[in-house]
């Protein structure tokens, strides 16, 4: 028996002229977990769509349990068995976790769809790989976190023989992510074969045995996780050119004496309690913390998305009250949510819709839109950015998670905010782009504006911040100046509570 269940040989994909795939290789085992890794537009993702049936390649063969195959559908690549989980998620909120996890795929007793029957075999297969879900839920109900488990669900139930996971822990706490994995090594026992993407390469090296690196559409090495490191990793993915140190470095534009919002004594809901603390004039500050510790919920509150119990938040020494996301955005507090696919941006519409979304009313010609100033605006956000796109009318959901996340915080930018509020602004992106975007940070910060940033990666943190607040419980129980953020042992050892 063929020891290779799958082989992509010499793929080539081009999209309006731009090659984004050039003579790449790929070949999984049976029972094997692949990992790809690459920066944006390595062509990670196309190279998976092609292989499920989403796009169709321009040259190269593929070939499936050891037979040439060309699909020209995902329905043609889910025939034998080749499931993909995307980054942008294919539940339907309004319906129930069962009904999710069998959609276009329902159990029928005659005629009719067997609720009974599904429910029965939903929680015997969620139980089977120790996901606990309340099957009867609806989906808009549940984290983001619990949408991610619904929607491996979904596809695990369909009997997968090859699956597809692009970036499947962006969205996970560790809980979840070391469920995940228990998950992928009983599939990796019955036989199914795996394919992961993901930018993590702590992940990459714990779950994967094999991995591939690809660079500008270019196969660059295929070899065991086993005999790689991370900085082994990086060298592949960035290239002898676009190397960024994640170091700080000191702000040319001093840190203002003036505090951009001070916030004393704030109780948000159940989660935060008596949470103080204040942000100056070009001053970047991070919230650290494990996950609910009341990070995000912090910044949340402060745009208006949470109901704050209690606590004063002044802005510029002027006390503000925030019921609503109105209130925040009047009073110049703006957030890059922590999913922007779900938060930030309306993925069927283009770069140029989504840049501009908060900017309507600003381009008004008496009751008219100005069309050439949101254009420009538009190109300006493009090129301030170095947003990599084929144009301003391209659909936003083609582009890189990099380039979807320099466009959240484009939209923001252009609002010209005096709080800018982060949520994992990096999250599921690669290294190249997650320095561009602290770039960007830094500069923001350095025009005098107030910054508060929640990260998972505390490399980051350190890499940003000028303080760091450090949250266990709902409750602030350190404050780190820039002299204590000595490395990333410091902050770990501070989380724990």
Request: glycine share 8%; net charge negative.
């Amino acid at each position: 028996m063929n020891e290779f269940v799958l082989t992509m040989q010499g793929i080539d994909k081009q999209f309006s002229g731009n090659k984004v795939l050039d003579q790449v290789d790929f070949s999984l085992r049976r029972g094997e977990v692949h990992a790809i890794i690459g920066g944006n537009g390595a062509g990670k993702s196309t190279l998976m769509k092609i292989l499920t049936g989403i796009y169709r390649k321009d040259g190269g063969t593929v070939t499936v349990n050891g037979e040439e195959v060309d699909f020209a559908s995902y329905r043609d690549a889910n025939a034998v068995g080749l499931r993909m989980i995307f980054q942008e998620l294919s539940i339907i909120p309004t319906l129930t976790v069962v009904e999710n996890i069998y959609l276009n795929n329902e159990k029928k007793k005659g005629i009719f769809t067997d609720d009974k029957r599904m429910e029965e075999s939903a929680k015997s297969f969620l139980d089977r790989f120790g996901i606990d879900i309340p099957l009867r839920e609806k989906v808009s109900n549940l984290s983001v976190g619990y949408c991610q488990l619904v929607e491996i669900a979904k596809a695990l139930s369909q009997e997968a023989k090859i699956l597809v996971m692009d970036e499947p822990t962006a969205s996970l706490s560790d809980s979840e992510v070391t469920l995940l994995f228990n998950i992928i090594r009983n599939l990796k026992q019955e036989g199914v074969s795996i394919v992961y993407i993901s930018h993590s390469m702590n992940e990459i090296l714990e779950i994967s045995d094999e991995v591939t690196v690809l660079r500008d559409g270019k196969h660059i090495i295929t070899e065991r996780a086993s005999k790689l490191t991370i900085s082994g990793i990086i060298d592949h993915v960035l290239g002898d050119t676009e190397k960024r140190s994640f170091a700080y470095h000191a702000r040319k534009t001093p840190i203002g004496e003036n505090k951009v919002v001070e916030i004393e004594a704030l109780h948000v809901e159940h989660l935060v309690k008596d949470v103080s603390f204040h942000v100056n004039e070009g001053e970047i500050v991070g919230l650290a913390g494990l996950m609910g510790s009341g990070r995000t919920e912090i910044v949340e509150a402060l745009f208006g998305i949470r109901n704050i119990k209690n606590g004063v938040v002044r802005m510029n020494d002027k006390e503000i009250k925030i019921r609503n996301t109105k209130d925040s955005v009047c009073a110049g507090i703006m957030l890059v949510p922590e999913d922007r696919r779900r938060e930030g941006l309306i993925l069927s519409h283009t770069l140029k819709d989504n840049i501009l979304i908060t900017l309507f009313g600003k381009t008004k010609r008496g009751p008219f839109i100005n069309e050439r100033k949101l254009s420009q605006l538009s190109e300006e956000s493009i090129r301030d950015l170095n947003i990599k796109t084929t144009g301003i009318s391209i659909p936003i959901n083609r582009l890189s998670g990099g380039n979807q996340q320099k466009v959240v915080i484009a939209k923001w930018l252009k609002n010209k905010p005096k709080l800018l509020l982060l949520d994992e602004p990096t999250a599921g992106i690669d290294i190249g782009a997650k320095g561009e975007i602290i770039e960007i940070i830094e500069a923001y910060a350095a025009e005098g504006n107030g910054v508060i940033v929640v990260s998972s990666e505390i490399s980051e943190l350190v890499a940003m911040c000028d303080r760091i607040i450090v949250l266990y419980d709902g409750r602030k129980i350190k404050e780190l100046g820039r002299a204590e953020i000595e490395n990333e042992e410091v902050i770990q050892h501070a989380i724990q509570g």
